[in-house]
């Protein structure tokens, strides 16, 4: 058993320590197999066992409960550096997240002893179903429906683009009941739930994503999160925060990505009779991309230390900074293919996964359009206070 990177000799509980022990297994165990895992479009069992090994599924969890207490802002480092070297493994990490820390926030005692010590080992890994095939950014178009039975709840209905959702074993899947929309934790081997993989995709390709179909799945009364009606407001608006943390976290490290990879293969290339890496314009793009990086990581750093310090202002925060950190790192990406040349285009260069796994980014946990919304109507409703 390899000693936990989140446990006290990876580094001190809630301190940064934590941040080059992984920046090290990204290094030298994610970063040079990304490509591979790509082009598989399936991450190996090994890594998740690995991940579990290293205490990285679920370390936010206090340590009473299979985590190690560690802090937001240092779990919104650790997934930088995890999307430094593959954002297919840090949406595995985003959605986990979500679901381990809805059956933490919002379980009953009785949900947290069944649930969390699988979760928090990785023995166990959540998918957060929502989307459906005609509901995405608006969630409160879904049309999975669960209705009371004597025994608990029948659920039916179709979800699609569930990240993990080919190997995950417990499902937070949201339905909307007589009283509005409802959170169950579902097992994946219910009778009734049918996976379908999703292949083909864009970007975070190895993300092992999933269509399921829920017939006449039959759950007890102990798998509904909080009472009926209760998920819009509470279990969607937290979990879809932290899963927007953890991808603007990711983000900055696709932009460090794309920045590693650009000076190193500028100062090699040459053309004429110089480096690529003496041309005004490239540097300019690599000034872009430091500046980007830079900023990006800042805000999650607030948006971290106010999760940190329970202040709603987080909500805000995390907005601005998956804003800035997913639209930096589509630029920085869209830049780093262009300074590769023809080999940007290629599967020998990282840089072509990373412009695809970029624009995932902007799409999910709330697309840029929405953020932009979103953040603008938050600026009017502050000059009207
Ligand atoms: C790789 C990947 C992984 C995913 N993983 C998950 C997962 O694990 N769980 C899950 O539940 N879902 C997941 N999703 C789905 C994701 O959350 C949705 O794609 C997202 O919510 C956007 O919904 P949509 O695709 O239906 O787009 P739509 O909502 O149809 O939007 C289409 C376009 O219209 C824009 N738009 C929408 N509303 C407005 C508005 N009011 N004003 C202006 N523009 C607007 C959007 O910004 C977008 O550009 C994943 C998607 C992808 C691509």
């Known amino acids: 058993m390899t000693a936990s990177l989140t ?3 990876g580094g001190a509980a809630g301190t940064d320590d934590v941040t080059g022990p992984v920046r090290d297994f990204v290094t030298t165990e994610i970063a040079p197999y990304a490509d591979e895992w790509d082009q598989d479009e399936r991450l190996p069992p090994k890594l998740l066992i690995r991940m579990a090994e290293l205490g990285l599924w679920a ?18 480092r650790v997934h930088e550096e995890i999307g430094r070297g593959c954002s297919s493994v840090r949406s595995f990490l985003t959605v986990h997240t979500m679901v381990t820390w809805t059956v933490h926030r919002w379980g009953t005692e009785e949900q947290r002893e069944r649930w969390l010590p699988r979760l928090a080992a990785g023995d166990l890994l959540g998918a957060f179903c929502l989307t459906e095939p005609d509901s995405g950014s608006d969630a409160s178009a879904a049309g999975t429906v669960a209705e009371p039975t004597g025994s608990g709840w029948v659920i039916n209905g179709e979800k699609k683009w569930m990240t993990a ?24 081997g219910t009778p009734g739930v ?56 990711g983000s900055v ?3 460090q990505a ?12 040459t053309v004429r009779d110089g480096r690529l890496s003496e041309l005004q314009l490239i540097r300019r793009k690599v000034s ?24 709603p202002a987080t909500i805000m925060a995390t907005w601005v900074a998956k804003y800035q950190a997913s639209t930096a790192a589509t630029a920085a990406a869209s830049d780093a293919v262009q300074i590769h040349g023809a080999n940007g285009f ?7 996964r990373l412009y695809r796994d970029a624009k995932v980014a902007e799409i999910i946990e709330g697309s840029t359009e929405l953020q932009q919304l979103t953040i603008a109507s938050e600026a009017y409703r502050e000059v009207a206070r």
């Open 258 to 269: 794309c920045l590693d990879a650009c000076v190193a293969y500028t100062s090699r290339r």
């Open 253 to 255: 490290g696709i932009v």
């Open 165 to 188: 959702g080919q190997v995950a074993g417990l499902l937070l899947v949201f339905c909307r009941t007589a009283r509005g929309m409802s959170a169950f934790l579902v097992p994946a």
């Open 346 to 352: 290629s599967a020998q260069y990282p840089v072509a």
């Open 288 to 311: 872009d991309m430091v500046v980007g990086s830079r900023a990006a990581r800042l805000l999650c750093a607030e948006a971290g230390r106010l999760k940190d310090a329970d202040d």
């Open 59 to 76: 370390p936010f969890l206090p340590t009473g409960s299979g985590g190690s207490d560690m802090t937001w802002s240092t779990l919104g």
């Open 194 to 249: 049918e996976v379908t993989p999703l292949t083909g995709v864009m970007g975070t390709r190895a993300s092992m994503l999933a269509g399921i179909v829920l017939r006449d799945v039959r759950v007890g009364p102990d798998a509904l999160i909080g009472p009926p009606g209760w998920a819009a407001g509470t279990v969607m608006t937290g979990a879809l925060d932290l899963g927007r943390y953890s991808v603007a976290c």
């Open 7 to 9: 446990g006290p000799r």
